[in-house]
C-alpha cells in the first residue's frame, strides 16, 4: 500500500479487554492468571506446563467439554494474587506464576518461570490469604 493520500480507518479496538479461545475440556476460573498454549488456546497459567505464554486474568469462568468457547481477558491493571509469605520488601521486583492463582516473588523452585507482573505492594487476597498486588501492564504478550 502506498503511502496515505486521505484518512484510513484502521478499526481500532481497545486492547484492555481481548477475547480469546479456550480449547476443549479445560477449566478457567475468573480472576485466574492465563496464557496461551502451542496450540493458540487459552489455559490456566502453572509453572508445570511448558511453552506457555502470560496474557491476563480471566474475567470470566469458562468451562469446555467437547466444544470450544472464548473468554474475555484484562491485559492491563493492577490484581492480587496469594503468595506464600508476602514481603513487603519485594516491592518493584518480579511476580512469577506459580499457578493460575498464585504467585511468588523469585523463580526458585519453579519449573517454567513465567515473568507475570511487577510487585506494587502487599495486600490481603479476598479469601484473607497473603498476597501481592501484581501490576501486568509490561508481561501481557
Request: no cysteine.
Given at each position: ?80 494474587f496469594a503468595t506464600a509469605s508476602a514481603n513487603v520488601n519485594k ?36 479469601d484473607n490469604l497473603g498476597g501481592y498486588r501484581i501490576r501486568i ?5
Open positions: 500500500m502506498p503511502a496515505l493520500t486521505k484518512p484510513f480507518e484502521t478499526y481500532e479496538k481497545p486492547g484492555i479487554v481481548v477475547s480469546y479461545n479456550v480449547g476443549t475440556n479445560t477449566t478457567i476460573f475468573k480472576g485466574a492468571l492465563i496464557g496461551v498454549n502451542a496450540s493458540g488456546n487459552i489455559v490456566p497459567m502453572s509453572h508445570a506446563s511448558a511453552n506457555l505464554k502470560f496474557v491476563g486474568v480471566a474475567n470470566e469462568s469458562v468451562v469446555t467439554t467437547t466444544e470450544t468457547k472464548r473468554i474475555t481477558v484484562t491485559k492491563s491493571g493492577t490484581f492480587v516491592t518493584g521486583g518480579d511476580a512469577w506464576a506459580k499457578f493460575d492463582g498464585e504467585v511468588q516473588d523469585v523463580a526458585t523452585g519453579l519449573t517454567n518461570a513465567y515473568i507475570i507482573g511487577t510487585i506494587v505492594g502487599t495486600e490481603s487476597t479476598s501492564d509490561n508481561h501481557t504478550k
